[in-house]
Structure formats: structure tokens, C-alpha cells
């Protein structure tokens, strides 16, 4: 059995001893081995939406990540109904990735890269502000537009009264053009 925890704050010597727990602190193990693995099996077995992918996946976390050193941002300015560590949050990044994209794959169709980052918004909204609040959001939205993300057009009026943010929306695998969720 593998069990996989935060820290060992409350594990006794015993438990230690007795169990052959290995723990890597976050700090000594960061994100970016994730997305490098990620990548990597991606280009080995020829599964991937464009074969620029691994391009564009580091120029988009660049981007979004590293050059506003985000995580860092995230702490300071934003509060979470609850706290998941960074590697938790990528993890979830390329998993909603992944599933974006499976359907293209199936259908051996690749993706342009303006089509590709808005997929790639749509899960970092959701893997990296999921669990904020409606104001929180909203300050997400406005930082996702401070960098320039291929957003949905919301006006001022659906912004300001109705709370509008990327969160009210997704992309429609048809159209790939972004829609307000709405019930069927």
C-alpha cells in the first residue's frame, strides 16, 4: 500500500520505522519535474495535440507561471477555501489537460495554438483557482487578463453585476470558441 501525505507532522517514530516512509519536503522537489515528465511521455509515445507541444506547454508556464512567479502571488493575495500544495494543482493542470484533449487526440485532429491555449486557460483557471470564492475569482480573471490569456469576451455590465469570469464558461469542443455553461 502506498499512502501519500502532506508532512509528517503527526506520524511517531514507530510509524516511521515500521512503515519505510519516504518523504520529499515540497521545497526540495518543486512542479516542474511534473510537467517535464508530463512532456516527455507525451513526445516518447507520439500522444499529443500538436507536435509543438512541448513548446507551447513551457512558453504557457512561462507565461502564466514563472515570469509573475505565481504560486508565490497566490499566497500573498489570495485566499483558498482550502490549501493544496503547488504539485497538487499542476497535477491537477495536466490531468484536465489530458482530458481535454483525448477527444482530439481519438479523432488524430491537431490543434492550432490559439486553440490550444484556450484549453490550456480553461483547466489552469479551474486546476489553480477552483477553489476560490466568487471575489477571488474574479481577482484570477483579472490576472488572467493581465497576461494577455485568450478569455471569453464579457462585458463590463456581465463583469461588474453578474460576476462573470472565466469560471462561467468553457470550451466547446465543436466550436472551440468559448461558452457560457448553461443546464441542457
Not at 507536435?51 to 502564466?64: A, Q, V
Not at 485532429?109 to 486553440?115: A, C, G, I, M, V
Not at 469570469?165 to 465543436?174: A, G, S
Request: net charge negative; proline share 5%.
Amino acid at each position: 500500500m502506498v499512502f501519500e501525505v502532506e508532512n509528517l507532522n503527526n506520524a511517531s517514530p514507530a510509524t516511521v520505522s515500521r512503515c519505510g516512509i519516504v518523504y520529499v519536503s515540497e521545497s526540495d522537489l518543486n512542479w516542474e519535474p511534473l510537467i517535464e515528465t508530463w512532456l516527455r511521455d507525451r513526445q516518447e509515445t507520439k500522444v499529443y495535440s500538436n507536435p509543438e507541444e512541448s513548446t507551447w506547454i513551457n512558453e504557457f508556464m512561462d507565461k502564466y507561471i514563472n515570469k509573475t512567479d505565481l504560486f508565490t502571488l497566490l499566497i500573498k493575495q489570495y485566499t483558498y477555501v482550502m490549501y493544496t500544495p503547488p504539485v497538487v494543482r499542476i497535477n491537477q493542470l495536466l490531468n484536465l489537460v489530458t482530458a481535454l484533449f483525448q477527444p482530439f487526440l481519438e479523432k488524430q485532429e491537431q490543434l492550432d495554438k490559439n486553440t490550444y491555449e484556450k484549453f490550456f486557460v480553461y483547466a489552469f483557471a479551474w486546476s489553480l483557482g477552483g477553489l476560490f470564492e466568487t471575489e477571488e475569482r474574479e481577482k484570477f480573471h483579472k490576472y488572467l487578463e493581465s497576461r494577455n490569456a485568450p478569455l471569453p469576451q464579457i462585458s463590463a455590465q456581465k463583469m461588474s453585476v453578474d460576476k462573470e469570469t472565466v469560471f462561467d464558461y468553457y470550451v466547446d469542443p465543436n466550436t472551440k470558441n468559448w461558452r457560457i455553461w448553461e443546464a441542457e
